[in-house]
């Protein structure tokens, strides 16, 4: 059985924030399975965003809310599709925002990243990098993050339209899946974050946290997270001495906002023993005339991990 995701009960039809002028052309770049991705097979998760259209020379995320009802389920990846020229990302988050308050089939603008509830968001399965065609991560043989019935969920979908033209366009999420008994390991979203900093208006900063996990993981990529006014983004091992050795370090683009480099480690998973430190370093400046605090500005580690049923999530 296919599992699907799509609720269009509340829906807004071609909705991108705004209405398209009536004078603008629309340039239907919609995607057709089979053609511009993979038909998805009996027994994958499809996550699937209704058809919008992104205005002329803008930088637009739309977001699609629900719940997984099917049973629980063993995701050995993630595939996200979209139109490639204009595309940037499709992601899917978990978000403990109960269906009350964000209810099934909401779909909006999460452009700002204020408009997404930060605080309660919990990612499920994290893509290690995108082209614009294809965003997602292949878990290796064996290996499966679990997706379990009633988790709620946000799929979110970035495009930069740089034409004088609407886009009409569309996106989808397939995950496949293994049988239960075939999962040799369980694996799950590691991060070290922080949320509780503020960058003065023309300043520069810096911010150095530590971070301590108590369980053996094999660590399967590591890639930092910040957002347009970070400068430099560090990552250290620290060794019982307190030695660091440096794991990933990056000059920061703000490209990297939503596609960061990636160390890959799938083939050869680095393996942290239990009571290891890690300690992330995060430099940004502050080009705006007013102060930036989290979420607007972020300053986190990432990797999947193995063994983990959970996320292992290490913020203040």
């Given amino acids: 059985m296919r599992y699907l995701l799509f609720v269009p009960s509340l829906l807004t039809a071609c909705a991108s924030g705004s209405d398209t002028?009536?004078?603008?052309?629309?340039?239907?770049?919609?995607?057709?399975e089979g053609v511009d991705y993979p038909a998805p097979t009996a027994t994958d998760v499809v996550w699937t965003m209704p058809a919008f259209e992104v205005q002329p020379y803008s930088d637009t995320q739309m977001c699609l809310a629900g719940t997984y009802t099917g049973p629980d389920v063993a995701l050995t990846g993630f595939g996200g599709y979209q139109q490639q020229e204009y595309g940037h990302h499709v992601l899917v988050l978990g978000t403990s925002t109960p269906a009350t308050?964000?209810?099934?089939?909401?779909?909006?603008?999460?452009?700002?990243?204020?408009?997404?509830?930060?605080?309660?968001?919990?990612p499920i399965i994290l893509p290690t990098a995108g082209n614009g065609e294809a965003f997602g991560m292949v878990l290796?043989?064996?290996?499966?993050?679990?997706?379990?019935s009633g988790q709620r969920w946000i799929l979110q979908v970035h495009n930069v339209n740089t034409t004088a033209d609407a886009l009409k366009v569309n996106a989808i999420g397939i995950a496949p899946t293994?049988?239960?008994?075939?999962?040799?390991?369980?694996?799950?979203?590691?991060?070290?974050?922080?949320?509780?900093?503020e960058i003065p208006a023309h300043e520069s900063q810096t911010l150095t946290f530590d971070c301590t996990f108590d369980t053996e993981y094999h660590m399967l990529y590591l890639m930092g997270h910040m957002h347009e006014w970070g400068t430099h983004f560090k990552l250290e091992e620290l060794d019982a001495d307190g030695n660091p050795t440096t794991m990933y370090e990056e000059a920061w683009d703000p490209a990297y906002r939503d596609?960061?480099?990636?160390?890959?480690?799938t083939a050869d998973p680095l393996v942290a023993p239990?009571?290891?430190?890690?300690?992330?370093?995060?430099?940004?400046y502050n080009d705006t005339d007013e102060a930036l605090t989290f979420p607007g500005e972020m300053c986190a580690s990432v990797s999947m991990v193995y063994p983990a049923l959970t996320p292992d999530i290490c913020s203040d």
Wanted: glycine share 4%; net charge negative.
């Fill in 21 to 32: 002028a009536a004078d603008v052309n629309v340039v239907d770049l919609t995607m057709t």
């Fill in 101 to 122: 308050d964000l209810p099934d089939g909401t779909f909006f603008d999460c452009t700002e990243t204020q408009n997404l509830p930060m605080d309660s968001l919990e």
């Fill in 140 to 148: 290796p043989t064996g290996i499966a993050t679990k997706l379990r």
């Fill in 178 to 197: 293994i049988p239960m008994d075939e999962v040799t390991e369980w694996s799950a979203p590691w991060t070290t974050n922080r949320t509780g900093f």
């Fill in 259 to 265: 596609t960061p480099p990636i160390v890959d480690m």
């Fill in 274 to 284: 239990a009571g290891t430190t890690w300690r992330t370093t995060c430099e940004w």
